[in-house]
């Protein structure tokens, strides 16, 4: 299992549209104009409209195999965590890299418990990093 640690998938890339910004926000209920607004975004200081937050995890592409091999009948989504360096405005391109950068285990009061750490890095086309991501996914294992 501690073998996995360290896995990274292959660059992949993802072009940042308005209109999936625009969809992300209302289906996250989020009316920041910032997000919906071209005029209210240039007023401050931006190119276009910004994605909220937590939009990375529209990124989506082939599941890394360590995550494909888990069982989701036990599957919990334990925490997510973002830092930026920038935000993501519409028209930008984000290359991405996923790590599993952590596997451990705990006992927990019904199980035993293995969690997964996962971390995503976006970078823009000039190769600066614009994000990264952790995502913790738990498996409980039956006693």
Do not use: C
Request: proline share 3%; glycine share 4%.
């Amino acid at each position: 299992m501690n073998s996995l640690i360290g896995q990274k998938t292959e660059s992949r890339y993802f072009n940042v549209e308005k209109e999936a910004i625009k969809d992300f926000a209302k289906a996250i209920n989020e009316d920041n104009p910032l997000f919906l607004d071209e005029n209210f975004a240039a007023r401050n200081g931006y190119s276009s409209i910004v994605a909220p937050m937590t939009f990375p995890t529209t990124f989506r592409d082939k599941v890394p195999e360590w995550f494909e091999n888990l069982d989701k009948s036990k599957l919990l989504h334990g925490q997510q965590k973002y830092r930026y360096k920038r935000r993501i405005v519409a028209g930008d391109q984000i290359k991405y890299i996923e790590k599993l950068k952590d596997i451990y285990e705990k006992e927990g009061k019904s199980s035993k418990l293995t969690f997964y750490v996962r971390e995503r890095i976006g970078y823009d086309i000039t190769d600066e990093e614009v994000f990264t991501e952790e995502s913790t996914f738990i498996i409980r294992e039956a006693k």
